[in-house]
């Protein structure tokens, strides 16, 4: 009986044909190593991670540099426990504050400090020339259109919280 339940099972799932293995087995081996380049990058150039930096460039990125905590750790996909920790050593360093919010005290706001927008705009440089070199130098302009309006479609099915978009 047990075998008979696991064989429709099996058939019933969409398997993948081989062209799909292989964009998956890419997809798969692009998220592992594109973030691990970008994280060496930015630790040897700046001495900071991806994910440091990454939760600085969305607090840049939202209106007048400030983002509560709740919406950071949801656009950085964090837990709030993780993100304390994060942001408590980015306040170390000067880049980050917290603050209470006025109208609910419950909620606090990460705020970048000048300091924080000066350390992105020199690390910045750097961290878009890496990326460049691993997603668009080896792309045409047509593959990388297409691999962004390809993406865009993934990330719209995944329906992560709501990130910038150029």
């Not at 064989?7 to 044909?17: G, I, P, S, V």
Request: hydrophobic share 40%.
């Amino acid at each position: 009986m047990e075998q008979v339940i696991r064989l429709r099972l099996m058939a019933d799932t969409r398997w993948l044909n081989p062209e799909e293995t292989q964009t998956w087995l890419n997809m798969w081996g692009v998220t592992q190593w594109l973030t691990t380049r970008l994280d060496e990058q930015l630790k040897k150039d700046s001495g900071v991670s991806l994910s440091d930096y990454f939760v600085l460039a969305q607090i840049s990125l939202a209106p007048d540099a400030r983002l509560t905590m709740s919406d950071l750790a949801a656009v950085a996909d964090m837990s709030p426990s993780r993100l304390s920790h994060t942001v408590a050593r980015l306040e170390k360093r000067g880049w980050v504050s917290r603050e209470q919010s006025e109208t609910d005290r419950r909620t606090n706001i990460a705020v970048l400090l000048p300091a924080g927008q000066e350390f992105l705009d020199q690390a910045a440089p750097g961290h878009v020339e890496c990326a460049r070199s691993y997603i668009f130098d080896p792309l045409t302009p047509e593959e990388a259109g297409a691999l962004g309006t390809s993406l865009g479609k993934i990330l719209d099915a995944l329906d992560p919280p709501t990130l910038p978009r150029a």
